[in-house]
């Protein structure tokens, strides 16, 4: 059974960093690809919206155009651990975070194409 755990999210202040971590077990790690996706408050209706994407080599990486600059995606395949480096963060990041792993169809920036989500963790960044 695969089971993804996000940790390293809490309250930040505006231009300040965060590193969230995700921790997979159950399925081969190093062969995965993986997302970054998140929920702002209010929206529990709405689509998740992408953040981030990473290549199970961690050669090809993809970023919104909101994150782009700020946020950094990595992984550790020794660790089977994904991370997401947050700096400069700014309250419109406020969220849930979840991680993904992605499945066989599907665009890396849509939701349902990622077939096994993680619990999220809450960030909070306040003015």
């Known amino acids: 059974q695969v089971q993804l755990v996000e940790s390293g999210g809490g309250l930040v202040q505006a231009g300040g960093s965060l590193r969230l971590s995700c921790a997979v077990s159950?399925?081969?790690?190093?062969?995965?690809?993986m997302g970054w996706f998140r929920q702002a408050p209010g929206a529990p209706g709405k689509e998740r919206e992408f953040?981030?994407?990473?290549?199970?080599?961690?050669?090809?990486?993809f970023y919104a155009d909101s994150v782009k600059g700020r946020f950094t995606i990595s992984r550790d395949n020794a660790k089977n651990t994904l991370y997401l480096q947050m700096n400069s963060l700014i309250p419109e990041d406020t969220a849930v975070y979840y991680c993904?792993?992605?499945?066989?169809?599907?665009?890396?920036?849509?939701?349902?194409?990622?077939?096994?989500w993680g619990q999220g963790t809450q960030v909070t960044v306040s003015s």
């Open positions: 159950g399925r081969t790690f190093s062969s995965t690809t």
């Open positions: 993904a792993v992605r499945g066989n169809s599907g665009s890396y920036y849509q939701a349902q194409a990622y077939d096994y």
């Open positions: 953040v981030a994407h990473i290549s199970w080599t961690g050669s090809n990486r």
